[in-house]
């Protein structure tokens, strides 16, 4: 009964999707899975730039959808693999994985997917054949990126700043009493507190721990005063962090 009206709930998403975008359809493998793939026409633009291209894609449905979201990849190889995708499946990259979140759960269903994130992605490859140049600016990947989009998150332009509320996160504890660490003197849940508490509605708790440690990690590979960082690393985290650290200095 739960696959049945699972696969339900799909098939009335793909034909609400048809609405809009005609020709897709739902496809079910001999293991259960579930994909909607075909030609995905659509007219976007932005600024001075205006699109109407097609794209042939399969959208990996998550066997717990809609509580993670999908992933897309080119059917015909028209998105090559050299811009923004994931090497172990080829799938796109359509941004950090929280921004992703933020944008998805508002509404839950393939058209949101569709139009919130696949098509800008598509829309954003089809700009860079047609006018040379990425509408939305240049998607950084790995730290570097996920540092990019913390900091807009949560407004600061201090890369520091920026690790101070990830060590929040990455505590994954809200404590509403604490000082914001933004600099404004006030306190967490009269400052930053809500988005904190948004973010951890969308990432687990590993989800959070990961994104700190591979910021901590590329800012202390590139900055050059690096010692500030240990000031900012979580509470639960400092110990094993200090014992390791210790075992690295006795080896040398």
């Avoid at 449905?61 to 897309?72: A, F, G, L, N, Q």
């Avoid at 499946?89 to 994985?97: K, L, V, Y």
């Avoid at 950084?140 to 700043?161: C, M, N, Q, S």
């Avoid at 989800?207 to 440690?213: G, I, K, S, W």
């Amino acid at each position: 009964m739960g696959s049945m009206c699972f696969r339900q709930r799909l098939e009335e998403q793909v034909v609400e999707a048809n609405r809009k975008f005609s020709g897709l359809r739902l496809n079910e493998s001999q293991e259960g899975k579930y994909s909607v793939t075909g030609i995905l026409e659509f007219w976007s633009s932005y600024h001075d730039k205006e699109i109407e291209d097609a794209y042939n894609i399969e959208i990996l449905i998550p066997d717990d959808y809609p509580e993670t979201v999908p992933r897309s990849r080119s059917v015909d190889g028209k998105v090559p693999k050299e811009f923004h995708t994931y090497r172990e499946n080829m799938t796109f990259c359509t941004g950090a994985p929280l921004r992703e979140k933020f944008i998805f759960f508002e509404n839950p269903v393939l058209i949101s997917y569709i139009e919130k994130l696949l098509i800008p992605y598509l829309f954003s490859y089809s700009c860079l054949l047609k006018y040379g140049e990425l509408p939305y600016g240049e998607l950084r990947h790995g730290a570097p990126g996920i540092l990019e989009f913390y900091k807009k998150l949560f407004d600061v332009e201090d890369d520091l700043v920026a690790l101070a509320m990830m060590s929040f996160l990455a505590d994954y504890k809200y404590k509403g009493h604490y000082s914001c660490p933004c600099g404004s003197k006030d306190k967490l849940r009269d400052c930053h507190g809500s988005v904190i508490l948004e973010a951890m509605k969308y990432h687990s708790k590993k989800e959070c721990e990961v994104d700190y440690l591979n910021i901590f990690t590329y800012l202390n590979e590139t900055k050059e005063n690096n010692r500030r960082l240990v000031q900012y690393i979580p509470n639960r985290m400092r110990n094993s962090f200090f014992r390791k650290r210790r075992r690295n200095n006795l080896r040398r």
